[in-house]
């Protein structure tokens, strides 16, 4: 799986609620991908991650939108469908998350899909 960044003060946009939600979203990447690779994938406790992730990811996009808004800056249209699609993703394998149809590798690769275009 692609290396998913520590947070690093470089990385920080300048608003501790934003930065803060960067930090969890990382963390939670991590801990997936640490049980992914530990092939502990198949119950209803990691189904039920998936589901806080997609929560979790809309709700950072949507106060990220908030603070662009009131700093008079947006996102380029291509990034926000790249992140859209990505986020749609995540929410539809939470969804749709079967244990005895899962692919680990499809997970790997859509969580990093939604990293590599949000940082």
Known sequence: MTLIPRWS????????????QHI???EMCR?????????HS????FRQ???ELAFLL???D????????????KLAQDLCMQRASALHDIEEL????????FDPAVMQHTVCRWIQYHF
């Open 24 to 26: 969890e979203l990382l």
């Open 94 to 101: 939470a969804s749709s998350f079967q244990p005895k149809k």
């Open 62 to 73: 949507d106060a990220e939108a908030c603070v662009l808004q009131q700093r008079g800056q």
């Open 49 to 51: 991650r998936l589901n």
């Open 42 to 45: 198949q119950d209803w406790a």
């Open 31 to 39: 801990s997936i991908r640490f049980t992914l690779e530990h092939g």
């Open 58 to 60: 809309r709700e950072h």
């Open 9 to 20: 003060v470089l990385m920080s946009v300048k608003d501790p609620l934003l930065d803060a």
